[in-house]
């Protein structure tokens, strides 16, 4: 059984391992710690996966926005998001993003954006983000930047560049 739940701060240094062990780098690990001290921060948007009492995963979402000339719309980045390699293809990845998008409903968000797998998220909904206006504010491809409407039409009228915050940058 996996129980998926908000984070607390017992739980920052199975995250931090996490993150680093499935990226093979500090930097996700690192942007999780630095989007944690920031005002943005909601601790209801960052979910770690349990089993059997043991942290095995974890999805982190940050609010983002789209600008564009006719202003800015607020969004949700999802990154990073991973599982401890001893318990992947077991489900619980999409257990996370199910429950992140969910959280993100719940809470009012109505966009998310991930740069991602392509054979992976659009089971969650999520398609081409370049396809629908939206580009990023770095070199990516164009089949790994994906959105999910998390309100049907919510990216009605709305096209432009991604804005990370700043501590995406700072990696």
Not at 10 to 38: P, T
Not at 76 to 85: E, F, I, N, S, T
Not at 116 to 130: D, E, K, L
């Amino acid at each position: 059984m996996i129980d998926i739940i908000p984070e607390t701060e017992e739980f920052y240094s199975a995250i931090h391992e996490i993150n680093s062990l499935v990226f093979g780098q500090e930097n996700e690990a690192r942007l999780v710690e630095n989007v944690r001290k920031s005002r943005s921060f909601n601790p209801q948007l960052s979910l770690v996966a349990i089993k059997d009492g043991r942290v095995v995963g974890h999805i982190f979402l940050s609010p983002i926005t789209i600008k564009s000339e006719r202003g800015a719309a607020p969004a949700v980045a999802l990154a990073p998001m991973a599982v401890h390699p001893e318990f992947q293809n077991q489900g619980i990845g999409s257990k996370l993003v199910r429950e992140g998008l969910e959280q993100c409903r719940k809470l009012g968000h109505k966009i998310v954006v991930v740069v991602g797998h392509r054979n992976y998220y659009p089971r969650f909904g999520f398609s081409s983000a370049g396809g629908k206006g939206l580009k990023a504010p770095f070199p990516v491809p164009d089949e790994a930047f994906l959105f999910a409407e998390l309100v049907s039409g919510a990216l009605d009228n709305v096209s432009g560049t991604v804005q990370y915050p700043p501590e995406f940058e700072e990696l």
